[in-house]
């Protein structure tokens, strides 16, 4: 009894500090883990397809003039799937490893990305341009980069 | 004098009563992994109690339901005064996936004045320890808001082109 207990004491003396230094002292997360998302506004073609995949419906895709499209990430409620970064063609969104959200403003979650989309000249509806040089070439229909030259 | 004693005295001992207001349960494990001693929240002075009148700081997790919502807003009143409400995993920051549900109302801001948001399905131990510091000073807040913008958006305003992109007249011509 008193062996077993010695013996446990001793054990606990060769353990050491176990406690993480945590706040004071950086402890980044295992490989694969899924943080906080980042959007690259200039790789994104303006699809939909991440709003489309959203579970918790937190990323919401408007269009507030013909030529733009707007991507906002409420991200106070993501679940951090990342589906988005997953189904995106252009991998605009990718999963970094920030965990450290914390805030005392849900503002500070959120994240508005601009995007340019051509459109029709037709029909006045947007569609997206593969290259810089594609928005070029439609730019240039409709007289916009006058100082070419 | 005893009021700035009291406001200092405060932040240093911190008793936390943990809510569940109808979470999956991954919130609470997570919280209760932050009380363990490898991550020991006891450093800062926290500690679980088993009643909301012995608290200064609720941890609410998960979404506030229909049904639960009337027993919080008790619970809440039943804190002595000064008081800090942490809301826990996404469920609490802002709803999660039930953000719209019937039978849901929301996120913990829709009941109680949330004072800390901990974002995370679940959040890292690590992130409640953080979110814990933020809120004692001990460590700065890193979230902002992320504006960003195609680059080309403010070429189309502003009529300039990027100088990869301009063109001699000729080189227009042929292009068109």
């Known amino acids: 009894m008193i062996l077993s207990k010695l013996k446990e004491a001793i054990i606990c003396l060769g353990a050491g500090r176990v406690t993480l230094p945590y706040p004071f002292a950086p402890h980044p997360p295992a490989e694969g883990f899924r943080g906080k998302v980042e959007v690259d506004s200039e790789k994104c073609i303006g699809c939909g397809g991440c709003a489309n995949v959203c579970t918790p419906r937190c990323i919401v895709v408007t269009d507030p003039s013909q030529d733009t499209r707007v991507l906002e990430f409420f991200l106070e409620r993501c679940t951090y799937c990342a589906r988005c970064a997953e189904v995106c063609p252009e991998e605009a969104i990718t999963v970094t ?3 450290e959200t914390a ?3 849900t503002q500070d979650m959120h994240i508005k990305a601009e995007v340019y989309m051509g459109s029709c000249q037709r029909c006045g509806r947007c569609f997206e341009t593969s290259t810089a040089l594609d928005k ?3 730019t240039g229909f409709q007289g916009v980069p006058e100082s070419g030259e | ?3 700035s004693l009291c406001e200092k005295a405060f932040t240093k001992a911190l008793w936390v009563y943990h809510v569940n207001t109808g979470a999956c ?3 609470d494990i997570e919280v209760i ?3 363990t001693p490898y991550y020991d929240a006891e450093r800062f002075g926290i500690k679980l109690v088993g009643s909301p009148r012995h608290a200064d700081v609720l941890l609410v997790c998960g979404p506030v339901t229909r049904q639960v919502a009337p027993a919080v807003k008790r619970l809440w009143e039943a804190v ?3 008081k800090l409400v942490f809301a826990i995993g996404s469920c609490a920051a802002g709803g999660g996936i039930w953000f719209d549900t019937y039978s849901v109302l929301g996120g913990a801001d829709k009941v109680l004045p949330v004072d800390f948001y901990v974002p995370g399905c679940p959040p890292r131990p690590e992130a409640i320890l953080y979110g814990v510091a ?3 000073g001990l460590a700065p807040k890193q979230a902002a808001p992320v504006y960003s913008r195609q680059e080309f958006l403010s070429f189309l305003e502003s009529g300039k082109l990027p100088e990869e992109f301009a063109m001699s007249p000729e080189q227009a011509q042929e292009a068109v």
Request: aromatic share 8%.
């Open chain 1, 97 to 99: 490893e920030q965990f």
């Open chain 1, 103 to 105: 805030t005392n403003d």
């Open chain 1, 136 to 138: 070029l070439m439609v």
């Open chain 2, 1 to 3: 004098m005893f009021k």
């Open chain 2, 25 to 27: 349960n991954g919130c």
């Open chain 2, 33 to 35: 992994n932050v009380l």
């Open chain 2, 80 to 82: 002595p005064a000064p």
């Open chain 2, 134 to 136: 933020v809120a004692l």
